[in-house]
């Protein structure tokens, strides 16, 4: 069993910056995807970025150029940097990994608010 457990989220102005953080813990086999999705109210969940074991990157358009996905290996941890962050950009951010064994976990979530 993996516990993923997201942090950063916070209340935030429209131009500002925040640093997601999500720590795998637990019975872990080799984790192969680690990223980040988010759902906004009243909308489904969608992909945020992904990053491989070997540092290959996928992000959503929206989000290209603002949001910086990174990991740490060693640490079993996975980070999202956010720059000049919109309303829009308002969700619940989910943590997510992929194992070699084929297992997929989700975090419970960190709330993310952009607003002035």
């Known amino acids: 069993q993996v516990q993923l457990v997201e942090s950063g989220g916070d209340l935030v102005q429209p131009g500002g910056s925040l640093r997601l953080s999500c720590a795998a813990s637990?019975?872990?086999?080799?984790?192969?995807?680690m990223g980040w999705y988010r759902q906004a109210p009243g909308k489904q969940r969608e992909l945020v970025a992904t990053?491989?074991?070997?540092?290959?990157?996928n992000y959503a358009d929206s989000v290209k150029g603002r949001f910086t996905i990174s990991r740490d290996n060693a640490k079993n941890t996975v980070y999202l940097q956010m720059n000049s962050l919109k309303s829009e950009d308002t969700a619940v951010y989910y943590c997510?990994?992929?194992?070699?064994?084929?297992?997929?976990?989700w975090g419970k979530g960190t709330l993310v608010t952009v607003s002035s």
């Open positions: 997510r990994v992929t194992t070699s064994n084929g297992m997929a976990y």
């Open positions: 637990g019975t872990i086999f080799s984790i192969l995807i």
């Open positions: 990053i491989t074991r070997g540092d290959s990157t």
